[in-house]
Structures are given as structure tokens and as C-alpha cells.
């Protein structure tokens, strides 16, 4: 029956009497606490982060930049507010966690904060949404009171400034434990009498004390608000493809959730109510284990972790992430990664598609004359590869294309981007006036002639060359011709009534559809068992008018002879891949246990073997042609561990196979 105000001072006044043993508490033993009280630890810094209502990271002003604690993780003091969950753990946010940290995060990040540490706790993992990662059964968690510098109220904020505590101290900002409390967005934790607690508990308690007569937030009778965000990171690679006509060449608003690294991110887009994985096109920063990969995700920390900021989104990789440009505060952050040293630009990139392309080339020059970071090293005329010493620098062919047609799992046609050839055939076709189909014996297409086929799928007329034609010349419109589509590698079978004769002038132009298969890879034909599977994933994953990819020609193979039909001709063997070549098509196969790496056949001939090792000799094999061919060897073990594909039931290659000499055809009278 007694009013709140007077229990709490009645409590406070015994606490005190406890604490100093008066009379009857003179032999008083207070229970156990697994608190601490911390002092002298007070400072001044920038909220980086914020990881849920009750819980931030303040970069601390007086710790060097790029120390590992530069940024401290504060816990508000004596209050709770609702858990944000853990999607990896398939943990939802409770009511009103979401709007929490959205609260807090449009009031405190980039903002300057004083924080006052008051005590820390021991607290078991099952009670610690942000414990998971604890070697052990329980962690110190660290609790004080964060201030505003300014004390003025933002818009809609119901919250004054914090009364004085028992204690007579003023604080000196917004306090914002009582700030989230006042807005209903948290609770006050009603700790033991010996248990630490916030220097302000008072004043936080009579801030709960009017969002509950106010009926705010958590407090109220209404339903919670629900939001329904599409996580497109945990979803597969196809469903981010699919998505991407929503996002792709417009600036839209977006914040930032978690710098993954320097130049990869995980996005919020409010208006499409997903998260995307999203990197800099053209842009790579150092990588996990390389020199400057901390201070480049400090850098993007600082500058962009839950900011408001625009994209602008080109593409979308194999593993779905999104590739663009990204803008806070109108300044292009690529830019600001590349002028500190801490990036460059990606060699083989297009730059074409770059919004800021000139920007980031002048940026990145000037990082090289100041020397900066990654460039410490560099020399003019050299390539240097993230403060490693001068390698030689033999660039390869490489070529920006578009798959068209997936034969098997290793190999596939593509068309190359940009290529003027493509877009004048593809104009002249469209201005071509078609006729009705000639009389028979007018038009006799024969085994080998170019002729305008009209292909099935979408009833356009193509350039095409006759593979096989009916024996015994053509005797109704129904006949069929295989054909295989010069600009696209495909081939059908098509009805006479559907081929007509073709102007010399569009026939005189090679064809555009150029054979690659991928490189180092020893792939299971269709025929073969997981060989279907090998063709389906490849399809999946490079298949699409939208997807773009890079190659790199490691070499030629012109065994295939002059083209006469699909998988015939000069073949590319490349490296595959859309932003990093470490993350190619060719270690994904490896990966998955549908490909294995070639061996070097014992077999080759006396000059081969000359001719490379005078390739040795020269240093043909550059460093990152290695690393490549390591890092392909890491992911064959990977299967092989992981028992993927082909390694499900263990080793499959033997001591012989690849190993022996190929059986020399016999000569026979007929056909082979």
C-alpha cells in the first residue's frame, strides 16, 4: 500500500544502514553478487555502433586509431531492453526490439557521447543474446551510463534531462538509458540490495514510471508494429538474381548494417524491406590475413556502419552479392578506401560501368605518389601486391563476356561485352524483311552453308550453319536441319519452312559465339555420373542476360580444329569469375565435389616438355598463378573432406588414371 517514491527511499535508507553495519546489521553478511564496480574509467567518443536498445560501441577518443581497443562495447546500466535475436541461431527480435535500436540509431551514431563505466557482471551465456561467441560458460560484460553531449531533445523525445541521483551528481548531457526507458522502449532491471546499479537508477526508474502511465512502446495495450525483412545474405544465390531488376541501375537509400569487410557490406533497403550483401565494383581492399585488412573495416566502420546512404547497384555475382557504387553524404566511399591507401582498383574491371571511375583512378595515383598503406612499396613500372616485395607483372588476356550456352559442366559459349559486332548483327537482323518460305528446290541448304534460322525458343531469326541436312535433299517443308546458332553456340533442329538464304554481307562476319571451357578442372561429362548435376549448377550459376562475368585466358587450345558445329573449334581455357578470382566459377565446381584439378600427364612429348621447362626457367609461372592454383587445391580438399559430389564415398582418383599414354585409334575402313 505504501507509494513508490516513499519504498524507494525507505530501501535506500536501509541499504545504507546495511552497507555501514549499524546496530542490528552489525554482523551483516550480504549475499553473493556478480557484479563490480568500476571507477576511474570514464571517457569521451563517437558511437560507431549500435547493437540493440540497451547496448553500443563508442570509438574511444583517447585510444589510438587503429588500436584493437580503439572501440569499447558499453552496456546501458540497470536497464533491459527487448532481445534483437540472432538470425544464424534462427532467433526472431522480440516486439519492439527492432524499433529500439532504430531509435537509438538515428539519435547516437556519428554522434559525440561521454560515458561514465559504473560496474560489470559476470553473465551466463543462456542470458547474453550477444554471448555465443564465448569460449567459456559465462562473460564480463561491462555496464555505464551514456550522455549526449548536447541535452537537447530530439523531435518526439518525452524524455527530460536526468534528475540528480542520491548521490547529488549532475550528469552531464541526455542521459539516454533514460531516454530509451522514457519512450517505452525498455524496462528498468530491479537489481539486488547489493547489486550495482546505474549512479541515476532513481531517475530512471520515474522515467519508466510515466512511459507506463503514457502507455508507450512496450507498455502499450496495441499490438507490436511487425516488419517482415527479407534476408536475401541467407538466402540462395538464384533468389538474390532474381531480385535484382528491383535494384539495379537507380540510386536508392539503404543503411548499413555490418561492415563485413574494407569493401563488402550487409545492407538494409527500407523500401524493399530486404538485406543484401553488397561490395565495391571494381574495389578490393586487403584480405583477412593480409597487411591493413583491420584498419580498412575500421575505416568503413567510423565512416559508414549504420549510416544512411545511397547506392547505386550494377550486377550481381555468382554468390549473391550485389556489385556497385555507395554514397554517405554524397561523398563515394570507394574513393575515400582507395586516396587512404587501403584499395585499389581491380585491373580487370570495366571501368565503363563506374559511375566515379575517374574519380577512383586519380585516387588511387595519388595514394601510389604519397606511397600510402598497400603502396608503401611501390615502384613505378611495378606491381605490388599489398606491401609484398616487386613481382614480375605478366598480365594475361582477359575478357569481360556474357555465357550463352552451357554444354557440360566444364564447358560453355560466351559472347564478349561490348563487342560492336554483336549490336550491328543484331541490327541488321531486325531491319530484315522476312519472305515466305521459298519453294523446294529453289533453296537447297546444304551441310556447311550459313543460312537465317529461326530459333524456337523466342521465333527470332538468327545466323546459323548447317550441321547435318537430310540425306537425299529436301522433300517436304517438315524436313528438319540441325543447326548449330553462330552468335550463341546452340544448336536445335529446325524445319525447312523455317531456314532462308542469307546476304553475303551478314554471312562474312566469323561467328560470335567463342568456346571456353574452365581451366585446371577435369569435369564429368553428361554421361557420367554427377555430370548432369555438374551441367544444372553451372547453368544456374552463370546462365542469365544480366550476369556478367570476367575471364581470364590461361591458354588456347586449338585441338578442336575450324568450327564446324557446336564444341568444335579454337577453345579458351579461363578462369571464370565476376569480381575476385580467388572466388571463380573453377574453385566453386572444386568446391562442390562436381570437378577435380587435371593431373600433369606423364605422357606429354619430349618437345612439350622442353618448351615448359624453358617457360620455368623464365618465370612464365607468375606468383599469382600459385596462389591460384593453391587456393584451387584448398577447395578440392574441402570436398574431399566434407565427402561433396564426386568424394561422397571417398577417393576417387587411382595411382593410373591420367597417368598412361592414350591408346592410338585403330584404323578401320568406315566412320569412327
Known sequence: ?????????????????????????????????????????????????????????????????????????????????????????????????????????????????????EYSRKVPMADSAIAAAAPADSRVMDFGSVYLMSSAKGDGDDAPAALPSTAGSQPPGLNVAELVVGCGFGSVIRHRDFEERSNYYDALLAAESRAISGKKGIHSAKDPPVTHIQDLTMAPAKKARDFLHFLLHKRIPAIVEYVLSGHRFKLLIPKETCSIAFSFSGVRCPGRDEPYSDEAIAVMRRKIMQRDVEIEVETVDRTGTFLG?????????????????????????????????????????????????????YVEGEEVSNGSAPVENKQKELLEVVITEVLNGGKFYVQTVGDQRVSSIQKQLASLNIQEAPVIGAFNPKKGDVVLAQFSMDNSWNRALIVNAPRGGVQSSNDRFEVFYLDYGNQELVPYNQLRPIDASLSATPGLAQLCSLAFLKVPSLDDELGTEAAQILSEQTLGSSLQFKAVIEERDTSGGKVKGQGTGTCLVVTLFTE?????????????????????????????????????????????????????????????????????????????????????????????
Open 325 to 377: 557504387s555507395l554514397w554517405e553524404s554524397r561523398t563515394n566511399m570507394a574513393v575515400t578506401l582507395v586516396e587512404a591507401g587501403l584499395a585499389k582498383l581491380q585491373t580487370s574491371f570495366g571501368a565503363d560501368r563506374i559511375p566515379d571511375a575517374h574519380l577512383l583512378e586519380q585516387a588511387e595515383q595519388s595514394a601510389k605518389r604519397q606511397k600510402l598503406k598497400i603502396w608503401e612499396n
Open 1 to 117: 500500500m505504501m507509494e513508490d517514491d516513499a519504498k524507494r527511499r525507505l530501501k535506500a535508507a536501509e541499504l545504507e544502514a546495511k552497507k555501514t553495519r549499524l546496530r542490528i546489521w552489525t554482523n551483516y553478511v550480504p549475499p553473493a553478487t556478480s557484479s563490480k564496480a568500476i571507477c576511474d574509467q570514464n571517457f569521451t567518443g563517437k558511437v560507431v555502433e549500435v547493437v540493440s536498445g540497451d547496448c553500443i560501441v563508442v570509438a574511444d577518443d583517447s585510444v589510438p586509431y587503429g588500436s584493437p581497443l580503439a572501440e569499447r562495447r558499453v552496456n546501458l546500466s540497470s536497464i533491459r531492453c527487448p532481445k534483437i535475436g540472432n538470425p544464424r541461431r534462427d532467433e526472431k527480435p522480440a516486439a519492439y526490439a527492432r524499433e529500439a535500436r532504430e531509435f537509438l540509431r538515428t539519435r547516437l551514431i556519428g554522434k559525440q557521447v561521454t560515458v561514465e563505466m
Open 580 to 672: 575476385d578470382p580467388e572466388d571463380s566459377i573453377n574453385a566453386a565446381m572444386l568446391k562442390d565435389g562436381l570437378a577435380r584439378l587435371e593431373k600433369r600427364k606423364k605422357w606429354e612429348s619430349k618437345e612439350r616438355k622442353l618448351m615448359l621447362n624453358k617457360l620455368e626457367e623464365k618465370k612464365w609461372e607468375s606468383k599469382e598463378r600459385k596462389l591460384m592454383l593453391n587456393k584451387l587445391e584448398e577447395c578440392q580438399e574441402e570436398a574431399k573432406t566434407g565427402r561433396r559430389g564426386m568424394w561422397q564415398y571417398g577417393d576417387v582418383e587411382s595411382d593410373d588414371e591420367d597417368l598412361l599414354p592414350p591408346v592410338a585409334a585403330k584404323k578401320t575402313g568406315g566412320r569412327r
